[in-house]
C-alpha cells in the first residue's frame, strides 16, 4: 500500500440547526486518507459516518477544521470549486443508485464520460462491470444489483482518485452484495482508486485495508488490517 | 375528515405557485366569462329594450316628395303595424370659425312617442311646434352638443334651401338608428364635431325644405308573421309615383349594423376565450393531480391502511381542483365585476344608449361559479381515478425506476448519434409524458395566437389607414356640393393658393337589378386620369377606371352573385330629375374597405344622366402649409355642404385607437399569464420528479448551471415548435374570430404584420423565460446530501 496521503482531515466538525436543535453530526474529527488504500467507514446509523462521507467528497462544507487535499485547502473552497473537485476527482456510489431514469445504462455511463478531459471509455468500463450487454437497456429494465454497478461504471469510468460508496450494498441482497464489493475490489487493485466505503454492515470492515469506527460524530478507533480478506469470503 | 383537510392545507402550501398559477387562469378565464358576457347582455338587452321602446323600424322607404294623404293606404297595407312619415335631409351648419360641419334634420310629428323610430330625451326639454317669440326649436345628439361645447339654449346656425336659419337646442335626445352616428358607410368612424342629428317639428322641416304637407320618407314596422316581401312591395307600388329612391330593411341600417357587428363580436368572444383559458386550466389540474397520486403512492396505501375509503380519498384529492377553481372563480368574479363595467362603460361611449347599460347580472356570476366548480369537479374527479386501484400493501413497497421509452427521434439513429446524453435525457422525458407534453404545447399555442389576435387590431386598422389614407384615396379634402355643378367651375377653387389637385366627381345613388334581384348601391363617376381615388383588388392593388363599364363594389356583387362580364340594369336615384336606366358591363369587383361603393368613369355617369360634364363634389390635394387658409376661403363659399378633412378623420380613428390600448394591453398581459403558468407548472412537475436526479448529477460534478441547462434542454423541444405552430394558429384564430362578426358593411382583410408575428414570438420567449425562471429557482436549493437518504 502507497502511503502518500491524498487528503487529511484535520479537526473537521459539522453542526447542523434544525429548526431550534442543533446537531454536532462530527465533532473535531482528523483523519488521513492514503492515496490507494480501501477504507471502510463503519458505525450505527447516526454516527457521523455519511458526514465525513459528504465532507470527503465535497458534497458538503464543514463548520470548522481543515481539510487538504493533496496540498490543497478544501477548507474554504467556494461551491463551483467543490463542483469542479467533485468532477474530476471524486467518484460517487449511492445505496439507491441515482442513475438517471431517462437514459440508457449506456448513455448513463457516458453523461458522466462527458464531464471530464480524460475519460475511461464507457465500453470498457461496462465490461469490467459484466454489463457490456445491457448497454441498451434502461434503469428500469435491469435488477437492483445490475442498477449498482452501472452505478459503479458510472463513477468509475471518469477515472476517478476517490471512489465514495455510500452503503453500497445496503439495498441489495447477499450475493449481489458481494459482487459488488468484488467489483469495487477490482477497481482498487486494477486501477488504483482510492476507495472509502461507508456500512453499518460490520462483516465488510474485513475486506478494508483500514477500518474507521465511529460513534456519535467521532471517530472511535482507526484500524489497520495487515490481511483483507477477499470479499467472497465475507459472510453477513 | 378534518385530519384530510388539514393534509390538504398542507398539500396546497407546499405546491403554492403551482396553485396559484392554475388559479390565475381560471381567474382570467372567469373575468374574460363574466366581463364580455356582460357587456354582451347588457348590451343586447339595452338594444331590445331601446328599440322596443322606440318603435324601431323594420323598413326604410325614401321618396323624393310625396303627400301625407298617401299614408293612409301606407298604414292600411297588410303586415303593416305602424307607419310614419318624415322629412330628413342633410345641411351645412355655419361654424364661427370658418369650419363646417352638417346635420341631418330628421322631423318628428307630434305626439313623438307615437312614431316609428321615436326618441328619447336626454337632457334638457322636447322641442315646441310653437315656442315662445317664434323661430325654429330643434333637439341634436348628445354627441355633437359636446364635441362643439354647445349648451342647451345656444343657437346654431344651417342652411337650407339656400336660406340662412338660426335654431335653437332645447335638448338633447337619442333614437334607436342614432346609436352609432355615421355620414354613410364610407366613413371609418363617428365623427361627432363635423355631424350630427338635428331633430325638429315636422311642421318646421316641411317650412325649411319648402315640403309643406309632404315628406321624403316612410318608416314601417311590420305586424308579426308579416308577408314582408309582399308587405314591402305593396309599399314600394304606392310610393313609386313619387319617386322611390331606395328601400331598405333594418339589416342595413348603418348604426344598426354597426352595433349588430359589435354584438357577434362579443357573442363569439364570449364563449370562446373563456373556454381555451377553462380548458388549459382544466388540463393542467388533471396532470398535476395524476401525478399528485402517482408521489403520494405510499401515503394513499398508508390511508387506506387506516381505513380511509376510496371516496374519501378521491374527494380529499378532488378538492384540491374544486379549491383551485372555488378560489380563482372567486377573484374571477371581482375582476370580471370590474371589467364589465369597463366594458360597459366603452360601449356606453361608442353607442349612444340611454339605458344604463352598467350593472351586475347575477345569473352571469352564478353561471360562472357552477362553470369553473364545475371545471374543477371535471378535472379533480377524473384525475383521482387511480386512487381506486391503489392497494395498501403494495404501495407500501418501493416504486421500481420511472419508465422509460424510446423517444421518436431514436429511429432517426443519424441524429440521435449525434446528440450529448443530456439531450437525449431531454427528448425521452418529454416523449415518456406524452400527455404532458400534448397540454403544454396546446397551453403555449394558445397563448402565442391570443397574443396574435391581441395585436393584429392593430395591424389590421394600421393596415386600413394605409389603404385608406394612402392608397384607395390620397386626397387632402373632400368637397360635396349642394347641387351637381359643371366640372369647370372647379376653376375657381383650383386658382385658390396652395392647392395642388382637385379633381372632380359625381356620387351617383343607383339601384343595381340583375336577373330579379336589386341592390342600392352608390355609383362614383370619376375621371380614368384621376390620382386621388382608386378602387381595389381584393388583395389591395389598384384598379384603373375603365373608359367602358362598371367596378362594382363587393357588397353588391355578393348580393347580387355578379362577376366581372356581366352586364347589370342600373336605375338611377338622383331624387332630382327622372330616374334614368342603362346596361352595363361589369369590368371588376371592388375591395375597398369601406363605403362599398362602385365606380364608373365620369363621361359615363354623366351619358346615363343625359347630362355632360356634371359633377357633385371634387377631391383636393393641398400643400399642407396653407390647408388651413384654405379651409377657411373654402368654407366662405356658398354651394358647398360640406369639407371632408381626411387629417381629422385619421385623428379620429387615433384617438379611438388609444381607447383601445388597454383592451389590448390587458390581452397581452393575460396571454403572457397563460403561457406563464404552463410553462412555470410543467417545468416544476418536471423538477419535482426529478429532484433526486437532478441532485446525482450535481453529485457526480455537474455544475447548477449545467444542471439548469438540462431542465432548459427540455423546454426548448417543446417550446420553439408550439410558438412557431402559435404563430399561424393566431392567424386562424384572427380569421375565425372576423369570420365571425363578418358583416357586409364594411370589408376588414385579416392582416397580420411580420412585426406582429415577431413580437408575438418575443411574447412566447418571455414567458417561456419568466416561467422557467421561476420554476427552475429550486435548483438553487437542490440539496446532495438528501441523496443519502432514503427515497420515499
Not at chain 1, 434503469?139 to 469510468?157: F, K, N, T
Not at chain 2, 400534448?438 to 389576435?453: E, P, R
Not at chain 2, 392608397?471 to 347641387?483: G, I, P, R
Request: aromatic share 8%; hydrophobic share 45%; with cysteine.
Amino acid at each position: 500500500m502507497d502511503t502518500e496521503v491524498l487528503m487529511k482531515l484535520n479537526k473537521v466538525s459539522k453542526t447542523y440547526i434544525m429548526g431550534e436543535v442543533t446537531v454536532e453530526a462530527l465533532k473535531e474529527t482528523s483523519l488521513d486518507i492514503y492515496s490507494g488504500e480501501l477504507l471502510v467507514i463503519l458505525g450505527p446509523s447516526g454516527s457521523g459516518k455519511s458526514t465525513l462521507l459528504n465532507i470527503i467528497g465535497g458534497m458538503d462544507k464543514p463548520s470548522s477544521g481543515d481539510i487538504i487535499y493533496r496540498d490543497r485547502s478544501l477548507t474554504k473552497a467556494s461551491d463551483r470549486d467543490l463542483t469542479l473537485f467533485r468532477r474530476n476527482e471524486i467518484g460517487f456510489v449511492f445505496q439507491f443508485y441515482n442513475l438517471i431514469s431517462d437514459l440508457t445504462a449506456g448513455e448513463n455511463v457516458e453523461l458522466a464520460a462527458g464531464l471530464v478531459e480524460n475519460p475511461l471509455t464507457s465500453q470498457d468500463v461496462l465490461a469490467q462491470v459484466g454489463l457490456a450487454d445491457r448497454v441498451d437497456h434502461f434503469p428500469s429494465q435491469l435488477s437492483g444489483g445490475e442498477q449498482q454497478r452501472i452505478s459503479i461504471a458510472r463513477a468509475m469510468v471518469k477515472n476517478p482518485t476517490l471512489l465514495l460508496c455510500d452503503e453500497p450494498t445496503g439495498a441489495l441482497d447477499y450475493q449481489t452484495g458481494i459482487t459488488i464489493l468484488e467489483l469495487l475490489k477490482k477497481a482498487q487493485q486494477s486501477m488504483g482508486s482510492t476507495i472509502i466505503i461507508v456500512t453499518h454492515n460490520t462483516a465488510i470492515g474485513a475486506i478494508a485495508d483500514r477500518l474507521v469506527r465511529m460513534r456519535s460524530g467521532s471517530i472511535a478507533e482507526v484500524i489497520v488490517n495487515e490481511a483483507p480478506v477477499p470479499p467472497e469470503r465475507i459472510e453477513w | 375528515m378534518k385530519v384530510l383537510n388539514r393534509r390538504l392545507w398542507h398539500t396546497i402550501r407546499g405546491s403554492l405557485g403551482q396553485f396559484l398559477g392554475m388559479a390565475i387562469i381560471i381567474t382570467v378565464g372567469i373575468s374574460l366569462y363574466i366581463g364580455i358576457t356582460t357587456a354582451f347582455f347588457n348590451l343586447s338587452q339595452s338594444q331590445e329594450v331601446f328599440y322596443q321602446d322606440n318603435n324601431f323600424a323594420d323598413y326604410y322607404f325614401y321618396v323624393v316628395r310625396a303627400p301625407e294623404s298617401i299614408m293612409k293606404q301606407v298604414e292600411s297595407v297588410p303586415g303593416v303595424a305602424l307607419a310614419s312619415a318624415r322629412i330628413q335631409k342633410d345641411v351645412p351648419v355655419l361654424k364661427e370659425e370658418d369650419e363646417r360641419a352638417s346635420v341631418r334634420i330628421t322631423s318628428y310629428a307630434l305626439p313623438i312617442e307615437n312614431q316609428v323610430n321615436s326618441i328619447q330625451l336626454l337632457d334638457g326639454r322636447l322641442f315646441s311646434e310653437n315656442p315662445v317669440g317664434g323661430g325654429i326649436e330643434v333637439m341634436v345628439n348628445q354627441g355633437y352638443l359636446d364635441a362643439n361645447f354647445l349648451s342647451l339654449g345656444d343657437k346654431i346656425d344651417i342652411v337650407a334651401e339656400n336660406k340662412k336659419y338660426s335654431v335653437k337646442v332645447a335638448g338633447t335626445a337619442t333614437g334607436p338608428e342614432f346609436t352609432y352616428i355615421m355620414k354613410d358607410a364610407s366613413n371609418m368612424m363617428p365623427d361627432n364635431e363635423t355631424f350630427g342629428i338635428m331633430m325638429v317639428p315636422l311642421k318646421q322641416a316641411q317650412q325649411l325644405f319648402n315640403l309643406s304637407g309632404q315628406f321624403n320618407q316612410v318608416l314601417v314596422q311590420f305586424t308579426p308573421g308579416a308577408d314582408v316581401d309582399a308587405t314591402v312591395k305593396s309599399i314600394e307600388d304606392l310610393l313609386s309615383p313619387y319617386g322611390n329612391l331606395s328601400s331598405f330593411p333594418r339589416k342595413d341600417q348603418l348604426s344598426h349594423a354597426a352595433l349588430e357587428g359589435e354584438l357577434a363580436g362579443l357573442d363569439a368572444m364570449s364563449s370562446f376565450l373563456p373556454l381555451v383559458f377553462l380548458s388549459i386550466a382544466a388540463a393542467i389540474q388533471f396532470v398535476i393531480l395524476r401525478r399528485m397520486i402517482k408521489t403520494q403512492r405510499t401515503q394513499i396505501g398508508i390511508m387506506k391502511a387506516l381505513g380511509f375509503d376510496n371516496w374519501q380519498i378521491v374527494y380529499h384529492f378532488s378538492s384540491y381542483a374544486i379549491l383551485v377553481c372555488a378560489f380563482g372563480a372567486l377573484a374571477g368574479i371581482l375582476a370580471g365585476v370590474s371589467m364589465a363595467s369597463y366594458f360597459s362603460d366603452m360601449y356606453a361611449m361608442f353607442f349612444n344608449l340611454p339605458q344604463a347599460i352598467g350593472g351586475v347580472n347575477y345569473q352571469v356570476i352564478i353561471n360562472s361559479l357552477l362553470l369553473s366548480l364545475g371545471v374543477g369537479a371535471l378535472a379533480g374527479f377524473s384525475a383521482s381515478r387511480p386512487v381506486l386501484s391503489i392497494s395498501p400493501a403494495e404501495s407500501m413497497r418501493p416504486s421500481p425506476p420511472g419508465r422509460s421509452s424510446r423517444s421518436l427521434l431514436e429511429y432517426w439513429t443519424w441524429l440521435w448519434s449525434k446528440l450529448s446524453s443530456s439531450w437525449k435525457m431531454a427528448f425521452r422525458t418529454i416523449s415518456r409524458n406524452r400527455f404532458r407534453l400534448v397540454i403544454s404545447i396546446f397551453g403555449m399555442v394558445s397563448a402565442v395566437a391570443l397574443l396574435i389576435l391581441s395585436m393584429f387590431t392593430n395591424d389590421a386598422v394600421d393596415y386600413l389607414m394605409d389603404q385608406h389614407f394612402n392608397k384607395e384615396s390620397s386626397y387632402d379634402y373632400m368637397l360635396t356640393f349642394n347641387q351637381p355643378v359643371k366640372e369647370s367651375e372647379l376653376l375657381s377653387i383650383s386658382r385658390l393658393e396652395g392647392v395642388n389637385i382637385i379633381e372632380g366627381l359625381f356620387y351617383l345613388p343607383i339601384r343595381v337589378h340583375h336577373q330579379g334581384q336589386t341592390s342600392e348601391d352608390v355609383l362614383v363617376g370619376i375621371n380614368p386620369s384621376n390620382t386621388l381615388k382608386k378602387p381595389t383588388r381584393e388583395n389591395g392593388s389598384l384598379i384603373p377606371i375603365p373608359s367602358e363599364g362598371m367596378i362594382i363594389s363587393r357588397r353588391t356583387a355578393n348580393r347580387l352573385g355578379l362577376q366581372v362580364g356581366d352586364t347589370v340594369h342600373l336605375e338611377t336615384l338622383m331624387g332630382l330629375g327622372p330616374a334614368r336606366y342603362a346596361d352595363v358591363k361589369i369590368t371588376a369587383v371592388n375591395h375597398q374597405l369601406f363605403g362599398n361603393e362602385s365606380f364608373i368613369s365620369l363621361p359615363q355617369a354623366n351619358q346615363i344622366l343625359q347630362e355632360s360634364q356634371l359633377i357633385t363634389g371634387a377631391l383636393m390635394k393641398v400643400n399642407s402649409r396653407q390647408a388651413k387658409i384654405i379651409e377657411s376661403q373654402l368654407s366662405d363659399m356658398t354651394g358647398i355642404t360640406s369639407i371632408v378633412s381626411r387629417q381629422k378623420e385619421r385623428d379620429n380613428i387615433m384617438s379611438m385607437m388609444d381607447s383601445m390600448i388597454y383592451m389590448v394591453s390587458t390581452m397581452i398581459m393575460f396571454s403572457v399569464i397563460l403561457g406563464f403558468v404552463i410553462i412555470y407548472n410543467s417545468v416544476i412537475m418536471s423538477f419535482n420528479e426529478r429532484k433526486r436526479e437532478l441532485a446525482s448529477l450535481l453529485t457526480i460534478g455537474f455544475t447548477r448551471r449545467e444542471v439548469a441547462g438540462i431542465m432548459w434542454r427540455e423546454t426548448i423541444p417543446q417550446a420553439v415548435p408550439a410558438i412557431l405552430l402559435g404563430l399561424p394558429a393566431g392567424k386562424m384564430l384572427a380569421d375565425l374570430y372576423f369570420k365571425s362578426i363578418d358583416f357586409d358593411m364594411w370589408y376588414m382583410p385579416v392582416v397580420i404584420y411580420p412585426s406582429s408575428y415577431a413580437l408575438a414570438a418575443l411574447g412566447g420567449v418571455v414567458f417561456v423565460v419568466l416561467g422557467q425562471w421561476a420554476a427552475s429557482r429550486g435548483i438553487k436549493k437542490l440539496n446532495i446530501i438528501e441523496l443519502s437518504k432514503n427515497i420515499d
